[in-house]
């Protein structure tokens, strides 16, 4: 299997998955039509007028209950298989949910080829991680990194019975799954792990920036080097708006009761290794998944939702800081002129028309940036309904983090 190409591997562990051939025993990830869990309490969408609400299977219903369950298992390391990882350890709040690193490491050390994605309005996105057209929703997605092999994340394979009886010893996750899952004999199930994680993600919700306060009226909540940057990043000049557009800035999004939903993916000339559109063998995009030649490259476009606190950029965490990324389009490409990755970008016959390049002048360049930065919803990295519930320091330590670090200030000056 480890002598594979990447592609052959990714179809093999798709199609595992598929079939529910990661587990032990008899237990398997057949998510029935049956709708998991009832409550009391009905789940209440706290959203803009702007705003609608996500899709949510029928299967697997919102319910505080759950929510509740799938925060505690999103940051229990004892839902990995050795014990030393949880969901949050590639997806902390304080960064929107990703990790601040080029490239993800598992549990067992194992370094994955692209980055922990924002998890910021996921249940909003048409589909999910960098370039899998497949995966449209989370309980699809989830059952991934706990039960991949290529890379090993959660590394829960060959040990699906120990990390059960891990939750099963604990009153307090007995009584949450009860809880949850109360018309379930035994709730404490590997699909009722999978529901709880996929609500709880669902429920991450930030549509309290600077941005979204403008847009509802106040117009002391952009400086008006933001605004000056908003009007050049919905201009046809630069075309910023026709990737990253709509509520959650990203053309790949969904809502509930859309009619059509478009699942975009877009080769930005980050790499042309052959002159022909070339990108580096473990990381070719949507190519891996369609054996397309012409989807080699092809990447989702995500939101830009919290963008300033989500660095390092691009799927394989190749540029550091927004204003690299920012003269990378204004370059139409990216030019590497050394090393295994040689290529010009700019020229690659695979790359999206709406990469073009364009001109900016310094001023422009950091109006640019100050908008990019008013998309920071700071509520949303600090709110404790999202925070770890093993922390004895809590939000309040979140907080300090975020007070302590000068760029990431909330503009309340009004200027």
Same mark, same amino acid.
């Given at each position: 299997?480890?002598?594979?190409?990447?592609c052959?591997?990714?179809?093999?562990?798709w199609?595992a998955?598929?079939?529910c051939c990661?587990l032990a025993?008899a237990?398997?990830?057949?998510f029935? #039509?049956?709708p998991a869990?009832?409550?009391?309490r009905?789940w209440?969408?706290q959203l803009?007028p702007?705003?609608?609400?996500?899709p949510?299977?029928a299967?697997?219903?919102?319910t505080?209950?759950?929510?509740?369950?799938?925060?505690?298992?999103?940051?229990?390391?004892?839902?990995?298989?050795? +014990?030393?990882?949880?969901?949050?350890?590639?997806?902390?709040?304080?960064?929107?949910f990703?990790?601040?690193l080029?490239?993800s490491?598992g549990s067992?050390? &194992?370094?994955?080829p692209?980055?922990?994605?924002?998890?910021?309005?996921?249940a909003?996105?048409?589909s999910?991680?960098?370039?899998?057209?497949?995966?449209?929703?989370?309980? $699809?997605?989830?059952?991934i990194?706990?039960?991949? &092999?290529?890379?090993?994340e959660?590394?829960?394979?060959g040990?699906?019975? $120990?990390?059960?009886?891990?939750?099963?010893?604990?009153?307090?996750y007995?009584?949450?799954?009860?809880?949850?899952f109360?018309?379930?004999?035994?709730?404490i199930?590997?699909?009722?792990?999978v529901?709880?994680?996929?609500t709880?993600?669902?429920g %991450? /919700? *930030?549509?309290n920036?600077?941005y979204?306060?403008? %847009? #509802? +009226?106040?117009?002391?909540a952009?400086?008006?080097?933001? /605004?000056?940057?908003?009007?050049?990043?919905?201009?046809?000049?630069?075309e910023?708006?026709?990737?990253?557009?709509?509520?959650?800035?990203? !053309?790949?999004?969904?809502? *509930? +009761?859309?009619?059509?939903?478009e699942?975009?993916?877009f080769?930005?000339?980050?790499y042309? /290794?052959d002159?022909?559109?070339?990108?580096?063998?473990?990381n =070719?995009?949507v190519?891996e998944v369609?054996?397309?030649?012409t989807?080699m490259?092809?990447f989702?476009?995500?939101t830009?939702?919290n963008?300033a606190?989500t660095?390092?950029?691009?799927?394989?965490?190749?540029?550091?800081? %927004?204003?690299?990324?920012?003269?990378?389009? =204004?370059?139409?490409g990216r030019?590497?002129?050394r090393?295994?990755y040689?290529?010009?970008?700019?020229?690659s016959?695979?790359? *999206?028309?709406?990469?073009?390049?364009f001109?900016?002048?310094?001023?422009q360049?950091r109006?640019l940036?100050?908008?990019l930065?008013?998309?920071t919803?700071?509520?949303? /990295?600090?709110?404790?309904?999202?925070s770890?519930?093993?922390?004895?320091e809590? !939000?309040?330590?979140?907080r300090?983090i975020?007070?302590?670090?000068? *760029?990431l200030?909330?503009?309340?000056s009004?200027k």
């Open positions: 299997m480890r002598s594979s190409t990447r052959e591997r990714l179809r093999l562990a199609a998955l598929s079939i990661v025993g237990t398997c990830l057949v029935s #039509a049956r869990g009832a409550s009391a009905p209440v969408w803009p702007n705003v609608p609400p996500p949510v299977p299967a697997n219903p919102m505080p209950e759950k929510f509740e369950l799938g925060r505690f298992l999103f940051y229990d390391k004892r839902l990995s298989g050795n +014990g030393t990882q949880s969901c949050a350890s590639c997806h902390q709040q304080r960064l929107a990703s990790d601040g080029p490239q490491v067992t050390g &194992e370094k994955h692209r980055n922990a994605q924002s998890l910021t309005n996921v909003w996105n048409a999910l991680t960098w370039a899998n057209p497949l995966l449209t929703e989370l309980e $699809q997605q989830i059952p990194p706990l039960f991949g &092999e290529f890379p090993v959660m590394g829960v394979v040990k699906e019975q $120990q990390v059960l009886d891990r939750l099963r010893a604990d009153a307090r007995r009584r949450m799954f009860a809880a949850a109360p018309t379930d004999r035994d709730p199930t590997w699909k009722n792990i529901y709880a994680l996929a709880f993600t669902r %991450l /919700i *930030s549509f920036s600077p979204d306060r403008y %847009l #509802a +009226g106040d117009e002391r952009l400086s008006p080097e933001a /605004i000056r940057g908003m009007r050049l990043f919905f201009s046809e000049e630069l910023c708006h026709h990737c990253h557009t709509g509520f959650n800035l990203s !053309a790949s999004t969904t809502f *509930s +009761g859309a009619v059509f939903i699942r975009p993916f080769n930005t000339g980050l042309n /290794i002159g022909k559109g070339a990108y580096p063998p473990d =070719e995009g190519k369609t054996n397309d030649p989807d490259g092809r989702r476009p995500p830009l939702r963008i606190l660095a390092p950029y691009m799927h394989d965490g190749s540029m550091a800081t %927004l204003e690299e990324v920012i003269r990378f389009y =204004e370059r139409g030019r590497i002129t090393g295994p040689a290529g010009d970008g700019r020229f016959p695979l790359k *999206s028309g709406l990469v073009s390049g001109k900016l002048t310094d001023q360049r109006d940036l100050a908008f930065e008013s998309l919803d700071y509520t949303f /990295i600090t709110d404790p309904r999202y770890d519930p093993f922390a004895t809590g !939000a309040t330590n979140q300090s975020v007070n302590n670090a000068p *760029s200030r909330p503009n309340t009004g």
